[in-house]
């Protein structure tokens, strides 16, 4: 093995994948070599790569201890220490302190450790030894902290080391924990395209109570949602949910402004919101059918700033203040620095659009620790102030929304969304620059649909980082998207084990590993935590035992039927579903059902020149009527096939009664939990998001036809839910 194929391997570059079609391909040294430098180990020249190569080899034995180490609950404990080699005679004394505070000590000779292996680096020897001696047999569930101190005998000083010890169950919790026998149903649902006779232009959080409300009297168990994520506040042009800023907090237009307790105490703001000019932007932007984001943040922002105006001259005894306070200190330095982000790239942003990226600012702003940096935050800490204000009040909204939610009869309540990764350009890159590559993108390998394969323009994870981190920010980014939550969806679960990375530099792309079963365990002990099941979106290339490891460790697979077919072509029985598994007909960026039926997402592909020639738009065309032949043939077995449908030809129209049999079909499942899209209970034609296009498509900017205080009287949406609640039951 050559030393560039022993770095990559160290780093988890793996040396080739297999394609959709089954061809081998090899990752190339250009992409070895890319994919190290973005993770900190540059290999471009043969002095680099030896120093990269020292630097990761050497890495474990220069330091007593690995700075994270994750166990099973109830797993024995055994420790190995990497220390210099000749302290027989030194004195040991360990320390573990329980997450609660509690302490255990013990002190023991080094030379009573068991030898485990032996190196010299650099003319020093080293040698690592076992310790389970007078360890606790056992720990509880948490994050615990073990320190180690060496003191030599006949020498001065001492030798220290540490490592956080993660204990963790072996399974999420799970639906049979939360509903009596394991089977509801839901409705996933954008949040920006609710509308109400009160919202702004997009859905709110208010909005999303009374959606919350609705779908606990239709008899769901749970709402699902897209991303809340933070975005952009400086550029409301970047609406993407899937590439947000940051996936720790949340999307601030989402903020109801007339909900905000402070309007309450602001004339100026009241003034405003009446004034003639305000109310007609306003009744524009209700009256739209794409969310016009630039107008709703112009319309929200000016009068969250009075309020925040109104918020700062509180007393300290206030209990808004005392809240806040509270919530700053909870979400604590990294609340902090996202809101310094925010206002630098508000700065910078309104100075020069082209400055959109943090790596354009001045270098002196590019380190979140810098002088700098902290002299800005200092001088603008009002603003600041402002940011950090906007992520409490959205909280405190979400909160709300789930509360209602809740008290309606929702026994999950939400289920948030997780997208896979990260923009380069958003407030976590810039906070967390040793976590997250910045030289290298996420993606994926071609396939069916995309022949070229794909390049999301996001940051990934260093597997790397995250173990230097001790994972913290992967823990706190699942505590920030579980609360106010039952459930939490992870998009393109896969990641976890390993994920397509396309280096910056134009080579191919190749496959990364990251610690699965640490990240399986850690996901496992924060859903225990937080009271909070968890679904994967094991959509696309799914690797050889990934899903029975999902399936072991609690998380539910997700299953659309589009997607599940038989040997012959033809749609799975609902019996064939694996009951650990969340099923759907149709997601975000696949067709609405009624889209399906009608080849609107083709229709689509051929308006947007998308299709390479005419012969590959006919074989969709065609291959879409052998689907809908499949599909009422599936409904004629089990007895659904609508009456008003003679027979199984794929040309007959679409119908509310064949959307109801088919999610009548699918409930039929032994899944956990079935979803209902609100655009297919509305009987909606188009999608929300259309894979593969930016602007020519109104991605992520529907709104919905029908306003939120309509929908539980709608007869279309009560049939539909009543199909699927009578299948549940």
Known sequence: MSDLDRLAERLGIEPFYHDIWGNRRETSEATKRALSAAMGYPAG???????????????????MLPPV????????????????????????????????????????????????????LDGVAYERRMVSTRLPPTLPLGYHRLTV?????????TLEGGTVLIVAPQRCLTVEDVVPGGRTWGIGLQLYALKSGDDWGIGDFDDLGRFAETAAGLGAGLVGLNPLHALFPADPNHIGPYSPGSRTFLNILYIDVERVPELAATPQAQALIASEEFRQRLAAVRATELVDYPAVSALKMPVLEALHATFRALGESDARREAFEAFRREMGEPLRRHAVFEALHEHFYRRDPSQWMWRTWPPAFQHPDSPEVQAFAAEQAERVDFFEYLQWEADRQLGTAAERGRRAGLPIGFYRDLAVAAHPGGAAAWGESDILVQGANVGAPPDQFNMKGQNWGLAPLSPVGLRESAYGSFIAMLRAN??????????????????????????????VEYPFEDLLRIIALESRRNRCIVIGEDLGTVPDGFRPALE????????????????????????????????????????????????????????LDLYPD?????????????????????????????????????????????????????????????????????????????????DQHPNWRRRLGLPVEAMAGDEGVRRLAEAVRSERS
């Open 45 to 63: 020249t043969g002095e680099e790569l030896a120093a990269s190569l020292h630097a990761v080899e050497d890495r474990a034995w220069r330091r």
């Open 69 to 120: 180490l994750v166990i099973d609950e109830g797993a024995p404990l055994s420790l190995v220490l990497a220390v210099p080699a000749g302290l027989e005679d030194a004195e040991l004394t360990w320390t573990l302190t329980e997450e609660g505070g509690l302490a255990h000590r013990a002190a023991l000779r080094v030379g009573n450790l068991p030898l485990a292996e032996q190196r010299v």
């Open 149 to 157: 101190v060496i003191r030599p005998q006949g020498m001065g000083g």
């Open 482 to 511: 579980m609360r106010h939550a039952g459930a939490l969806r992870i998009d393109h679960v896969m990641a976890l084990q390993h994920l397509f990375w396309i280096p910056a530099d134009g080579s191919d792309g190749a496959y």
């Open 552 to 607: 072991r460790a609690g998380i539910l697979s997700y299953r659309v039927l589009y997607f599940e077919r038989s040997a012959d072509g033809g749609f799975k029985a609902p019996q064939e579903y694996p009951a650990g598994a969340m099923v759907t007909v149709t997601t975000h960026d696949l067709a609405t059902f009624k889209g399906f039926w009608t080849n609107r997402d083709l229709d689509w592909r051929a308006k």
């Open 614 to 694: 005419e012969a590959a738009r006919n074989k969709d065309v065609w291959d879409r009527g052998v689907d809908r032949w499949w599909m009422l043939q599936a409904l004629e077995r089990e007895g659904l096939r609508p009456v008003r449908y003679p027979n199984n030809e794929g040309s007959q129209p679409f119908s509310r009664e064949l959307m109801e049999a088919v999610h009548r079909y699918l409930s039929r499942s032994p899944g956990r939990i079935a979803m209902v899209q609100i655009e297919d209970a509305l009987g909606e034609v188009e999608q929300p998001n259309l894979p593969g296009t930016v």
